[in-house]
């Protein structure tokens, strides 16, 4: 009877403590996950200097995370499936010499080795390197650092990893710590139909006739073709994309990594140097009355020839913040256009093209997709084309078994399909898909340009 009596008591003690224990919901206890489990699942970390926000996140119901009801709208791109949101500390690197980084990847500890690129000198606090993992030969590491905010990308064998602030320009101005994502391209949606990149060759303007007025060339820069030419680029933007981005010329600056890396190919060899990153005209350029419609010509009409040659510019790329009206997201005259003044310029879309009639707009202003689209446009200035080209000019493309294709390719599908480089016998292509032999035939003649 006693022994009863006791099992009872017990058995009510239990239960009160069962009683005492608080229900918690899915994001409440993403919070009492350990700082390892988080770590495992997460792709990258950058150690010591990065705290987590919120792990495994379903990107389609990011507005019902807990853990961010304080936080604006922020700018993630449509075709994320997952992510995890993260914050970093002021990493700080050195501009001179080898910086060897401790990173997780997936948990796992790796040394992130990178050296500061030399495609711009601009004193801005804004820097990108290049580098790669150790003991991993064949990955590629691109991370800008600056502005309070970090870009990166992390290319291993079988996936590639980015991370990208995601606040606006005045909550990042506010924030001691911006938000960022990190999400892997094993969990980004690809498509089966393409978004075309541009309509080809963009036609000179009604009443403009292609100058037979040969340029005069610089002969420093007439050496042999198997020497780097310098390339002087201006990169502009708008309103739009100025109070979009979290830091726009961090932005910029990620961008012109991989346009860096792949220019500096052996096959094609030319080296940029960024003059400016010009937000001085964003006003204008937003108002002017062709930048939904044109922005190709409104960019024209902003930066004016004699504009780009008091800044020492060859040729210039427009940034632009606004979705134009025909489903396209870039243009440029191009090379056919030599050496007339169109020939330098080039306009690339950084947001979401939400007139593509896909399902999910596969063009979303992700980091890959403006990546492509800016060395898209820059291929056609130096003479670079689509893969329907009557020239040797030619985009590639193969299979792995899935579908791969190169930077000049007219469609894009995705970022596990569109690549960022340029077709070569040297990397992917032959003697009639090389975009490479273009570029480097050429290039002098676009280093000369100013």
Partial sequence: ?????????????LLAGMAMVPMVNAAEDLKMISADEQHQNIPLTIEGETTI????????????TKSLEQYAELNIPKTIKNLDIIQFENVQL??????????????????LILER??????????????????????????????????????ELDNETITIVPVENRI???????????VYSSKNVINSDKANPVDHGLTPLPLGVTLSTQPIARNPATMNSVLSYATVSILIATDNAFYTQEANWVSSANQI??????????????VMFNVVSYDASKRTQLSNDPLITTEPWNAF???????????????????????????????????????????????WSQMVTDTDDGLPVHIYDGSLHARRYCVIHELGHIFNANHEDSSGTNRAYAWYTPSPKYTA???????????THEYSSPSYHGDSTHNNAGAINAVKYNIASLT
Wanted: charged share 15%; with cysteine.
């Fill in 1 to 13: 009877m006693n022994i009863h009596k006791t099992v009872v008591v017990l058995l009510a003690l």
């Fill in 53 to 64: 926000v919120a792990s495994g996140i379903d990107a389609s119901n990011i507005s019902s």
């Fill in 94 to 111: 050195k501009s001179n010499g080898t910086n060897r980084i401790p990173i997780t990847i997936y948990g796992k500890p790796n040394l």
């Fill in 117 to 154: 690129m030399n495609f711009e000198n601009i004193d801005d606090g804004i820097d990108s390197y290049s580098g790669k993992i150790e003991g991993m030969d064949k990955s590629l590491a691109l991370f800008t650092f600056g502005g309070k905010v970090v870009q990166g990308y992390l």
């Fill in 171 to 181: 909550n990042t101005e506010k924030a001691s710590h911006p938000l960022h994502i």
């Fill in 256 to 269: 012109m990594s991989m346009v860096s890396y792949q220019y500096d190919r052996a096959d094609i060899q």
């Fill in 300 to 346: 024209h009409n902003q930066f004016s020839l004699g504009y780009l040659q008091s800044n020492g510019a060859d040729i210039a790329v427009y940034l632009g913040g606004y979705d134009i009206e025909d489903g396209t997201q870039g243009a440029a005259w191009g090379y056919g256009s030599y050496p007339g003044e169109y020939c330098r310029y080039a």
């Fill in 408 to 418: 000049m390719w007219s469609g894009y599908y995705g970022s596990s399909i569109n």
